[in-house]
């Protein structure tokens, strides 16, 4: 059974600060990996799509990257501001399933 | 401004009452999901959808049905509902179950009194 894992938990910095979030899967057969935000009381935005051939991406201030070997996913967020602050949330894809999510890393950037 | 859109908003419903959840895309995705979210926690799969069909039902209870009448629309219907159920209803539509994206709605907020 695929599981999902984010660490850290939670987070918080200074604005400004370069930070990366960690997203771990069980099993590396995944069609794709998606990282999502959502805001307290509001759906999930996606953020960044990596295919299973793919080695990262990235969309603006975001690059996200994937080892499906090791079970991987890091997404990079260059120069926060207080407006990143959400809850972030990774999810993987097997073929014929829908997403599985992590629990998420919740993140507060300070002014 | 999201593609998938959700109605309502809000709801509360007394465990007595029948109510519906609707859910509408007009991207051409034929593959559309049933997601709930309890507080602080990851969103977890219901239905899918797959051209108009149930492809998925992850073992949800029966007062819980999912009907998809044409392939821009998803409904949940609600009967007989407990105050467990209370959650965030997440409505979300891809190209196909594949390795397209998934798109998520704002949701419906559920409280069932």
């Known amino acids: 059974k695929q599981e999902v894992t984010q660490i850290p938990a939670a987070l918080s910095v200074p604005e400004g600060e370069n930070l990366v979030l960690n997203c771990s899967f069980t099993?590396?057969?995944?069609?794709?990996l998606q990282w999502f935000r959502q805001d307290p009381g509001k759906g999930l935005t996606s953020l960044l799509l990596?295919?299973?051939?793919?080695r990262e991406q990235t969309s603006g201030r975001l690059n996200a990257s994937l080892d499906k070997s090791s079970g991987r996913s890091t997404l990079y967020i260059a120069a926060s501001q207080p407006g990143d602050s959400a809850t972030y949330l990774c999810a993987v894809r097997r073929g014929g399933t829908a997403l599985i999510f992590g629990k998420g890393t919740t993140l507060s950037v300070s002014s | 401004d999201t593609e998938v859109t959700q109605t309502p908003k809000h709801l509360v419903m007394g465990m007595t009452n029948k109510k519906s959840l609707k859910c509408e895309q007009h991207m051409g995705h034929r593959a559309m999901y049933w997601y709930k979210q309890k507080a602080k926690k990851p969103p977890e799969l219901m239905f899918v959808?797959?051209?108009?069909?149930?492809?998925i039902n992850e073992s949800v209870p029966s007062r819980f049905s999912p009907e998809c009448p044409n392939s821009s629309l998803l409904n949940l219907h609600l009967h007989a509902l407990q105050p467990e159920d209370s959650a965030l209803y997440l409505c979300?539509?891809?190209?196909?179950?594949?390795?397209?994206?998934?798109?998520f709605g704002n949701g419906t907020r559920l409280t069932v009194t």
């Open positions: 099993d590396s057969a995944i069609y794709n």
């Open positions: 990596i295919q299973s051939s793919q």
């Open positions: 959808y797959s051209y108009e069909k149930l492809s």
């Open positions: 979300a539509s891809s190209q196909g179950q594949g390795m397209s994206p998934l798109h």
